[in-house]
């Protein structure tokens, strides 16, 4: 059974970072594609980013896209998502997700695995 653990949400202010992690048990994310995604209160989930693991090609929603950014470690069992300059929009429920056909797709229906999320709270 694949499972996904996030870590490294948190209650911040606006302007400051945090980075998330998500690890991925019992095997690698070795050809995978690992997303991260958020829900807000009352609203849809939504694409942040995504990465191949085998190739790091990535993929960002443009309304993160230069505060955040995804990445691996090279044993290719975690994905990380490092947030700067934090608004209080981005607070949210954030989700790791795997495709185990290696996509970096932006649509829910892509990733088979879910994590359980880890709240981001951006206070102003």
């Known amino acids: 059974q694949v499972q996904l653990d996030e870590s490294g949400g948190g209650l911040v202010q606006a302007g400051d970072s945090l980075r998330l992690a998500c690890g991925l048990s019992?095997?690698?994310?070795?050809?995978?594609?690992m997303g991260w995604f958020r829900q807000a209160p009352g609203k849809e989930r939504e694409f942040v980013a995504a990465i191949s693991m085998s190739s790091g090609r990535t993929n960002v929603a443009d309304s993160v896209k230069g505060r955040f950014t995804i990445s691996r470690d090279n044993a290719g069992n975690t994905v990380y998502l490092q947030m700067n300059s934090l608004k209080p929009e981005d607070t949210a429920v954030y989700y790791c997700?795997?495709?185990?056909?290696?996509?970096?797709?932006?649509?829910?229906?892509?990733?088979?695995?879910w994590g359980q999320g880890t709240q981001v709270t951006v206070s102003s």
């Open positions: 997700a795997a495709d185990r056909h290696g996509g970096t797709g932006i649509y829910n229906r892509f990733y088979e695995y």
């Open positions: 019992p095997r690698t994310f070795n050809n995978y594609g």
